[in-house]
Structures are given as structure tokens and as C-alpha cells.
């Protein structure tokens, strides 16, 4: 039996974790893949406090994980399928038909990025279309490559491809960019990239590796075909949240909390991208997760068990 037992190690987990610890919990955090969450998949952060100079994401990620191992926290790489409550005690369930239990949950497991859903994505996934521009820009070094969308992650990706394509097209299906100001201006300004507005990607081919996309305009409904090797796609993101009981969501999946990070289901705690109303930044993912934390420890040493 542990005190709490926290879903995920990202930003939000990691935060959670080191304020529960610190709080004298007996705190398990669980992590399917590794940790470090989506934060891993990002070049540089320079609006995180405290770093002069930008961050390089998996850096921030491994300094989360480094402290919170040295404060004593323990993180086990299992993948969980099931929450649920019986008697006032959480079970939690995971793939490899381990249950475990904990007074509380803090859910931290993020949000997915969302696919096009078009003819050919999934066809060239790995060969040409990618959803990580740090991860696969280098292979496209001197090639024509386009990023789908208008928000913030797609702007910073589409800065980081111009390090290594010749040509850097930005599909938003909107006539302008949602991102911040800073970022528009950057993008903007840079002679590689070149913006296409109110325009739809309706179909990715290719044979053996991209060679196009088909557009469309959502104005004239005129449709054209682009000549690219690679397409990386930021459209926004899904929260995770099948495992967790229908109650606690909304109908769009999100956990819905309150200030506290309490969902509907006492004990159990949701922070960071996955929760309604997330702006899906690193800090305030941290936030959330020392939030919960808190709120986590409240709950379980005021309570007659």
C-alpha cells in the first residue's frame, strides 16, 4: 500500500513527486515509456524561470528526474490501464496485470499530439511524415519540408527545421497564426520558411518516401499539390485519459479539476495537460503537479482512515 501513487513522469509528475516526498509521502510514480514527457520532444524552452540562457528540453527533463531521484523518489516503468476506488483505497491496474494500491492518485500523463487523419499519413509515418521535428529534422538537411499548424509548437518547430531544410512551408488552416507574438515575428521575418494560410493538407503521397501533399483552400476550395520530403504535423494534442474512470471527464476527455487539482472523485488528483483548461505549458504543468501534491497530502493526513 502506498500513500500516493502518481500516473506519469513528466513536468507535472515530476513536480508532484518532489513536493510529495518532500512532504514526507510514501509516493510511487509509475512511467510507461521514460520520463520527461512531451518536454522531451522540444528543442529549447527560454521561458522557464531560472535558466538565463534557453534550455534544451531533454535537459530540463533529466534535471526533473535527477532532483527527484536525489530527494528519494522512486519511479517504475509500467503503463497503466485501469483507476478505480473500492473502500476508499485506488487500485491501479497496468499492462503487465500488476495491481497496485494508494490512498491517492495524482494523474500526470499529458496528452498525445492529434494526427490528420488524411489518406497517406499513417501510409508514411517514419518515412517522411513525423510528428518530432527535434527528434527527425537532421534527415532532412537540404530538403523541402512543411509543418501543418499555427500554434506554438508549430512556429518552434518550424524554426528548428530551417537549422537543416532549405525550405520550411507553414500549413495553418486559419489566415493567421495562433502562436505567440514573438514566435509569429521570428517566423515571419525567417527568408526559409514560407507561410500558406486557409488551407487544409487533404492527402500526404509519396512511393517509397514522401515526394508531395495535396492542399486545398478552404476559400476557393481550389486544390493543388506541394512538392516536399517531409511533413511534420503540430495540430494540437488528446488528452490521456482512457484509464481513467468516465466521471472524472469531460466530453472532450480532459479531467476536470478544480483549483485544488481535485477531480470529481476524491482522492484522485489530475495535473498538468491532461485536466480541462490546460494552456499545455511546461510550468504550468509544474505547477499543477506541486498543486496536486499538496492537495494530495492534505487529503490524506486529514482523513480518519
Not at 265 to 284: C, H
Request: overall charge negative.
Amino acid at each position: 500500500m502506498k500513500e500516493l501513487i502518481i500516473i506519469g513522469a513528466g513536468p507535472a509528475g515530476m513536480a508532484a513527486s518532489i513536493y510529495a516526498v518532500r512532504a514526507g509521502l510514501d509516493t510511487l510514480v509509475l512511467e510507461k515509456i521514460s520520463p520527461g514527457g512531451q518536454v522531451m520532444l522540444t528543442y529549447e524552452i527560454e521561458n522557464y524561470p531560472g535558466f538565463i540562457e534557453p534550455v534544451e528540453g531533454w535537459q530540463l527533463a533529466s534535471n526533473m528526474e535527477q532532483q527527484a531521484r536525489r530527494l528519494g523518489v522512486t519511479i517504475e516503468s509500467k503503463d497503466v490501464v485501469s483507476v478505480e476506488k473500492y473502500d476508499e483505497i485506488f487500485h491501479v491496474k497496468t499492462t503487465d496485470g500488476a495491481f497496485l494500491e494508494g490512498r491517492a492518485v495524482i494523474a500526470a500523463t499529458g496528452a498525445s499530439l492529434k494526427r490528420l487523419g488524411v489518406p497517406g499519413e499513417s501510409e508514411f509515418t517514419g518515412r517522411g511524415v513525423s510528428y518530432c521535428a527535434t527528434c527527425d529534422a537532421a534527415f532532412f538537411k537540404d530538403r523541402v519540408t512543411a509543418v501543418v499548424g499555427g500554434g506554438n509548437t508549430a512556429l518552434e518547430e518550424a524554426l528548428y527545421l530551417t537549422r537543416f531544410a532549405s525550405k520550411v512551408y507553414i500549413i495553418h488552416r486559419r489566415d493567421e497564426f495562433r502562436g505567440q507574438k514573438i514566435l509569429q515575428d521570428r517566423v515571419l521575418s525567417n527568408p526559409k520558411i514560407e507561410p500558406i494560410f486557409d488551407t487544409l493538407v487533404t492527402q500526404v503521397n509519396g512511393d517509397e518516401k514522401v515526394y508531395s501533399i495535396t492542399l486545398q483552400n478552404k476559400k476557393t476550395g481550389e486544390s493543388r499539390e506541394l512538392a516536399i520530403q517531409g511533413l511534420f504535423i503540430f495540430i494540437g494534442n488528446t488528452s490521456n485519459t482512457t484509464y481513467l474512470p468516465e466521471q472524472v471527464l469531460n466530453d472532450s476527455g480532459e479531467v476536470k479539476v478544480d483549483m485544488k487539482m481535485q477531480t470529481l472523485m476524491s482522492g484522485l488528483f489530475a495535473a498538468g495537460d491532461l485536466r480541462e483548461n490546460s494552456l499545455r505549458q511546461v510550468l504550468m504543468a509544474a505547477a499543477d503537479g506541486a498543486t496536486a501534491a499538496i492537495s494530495a497530502y492534505e487529503y490524506i493526513t486529514h482523513k480518519d482512515w
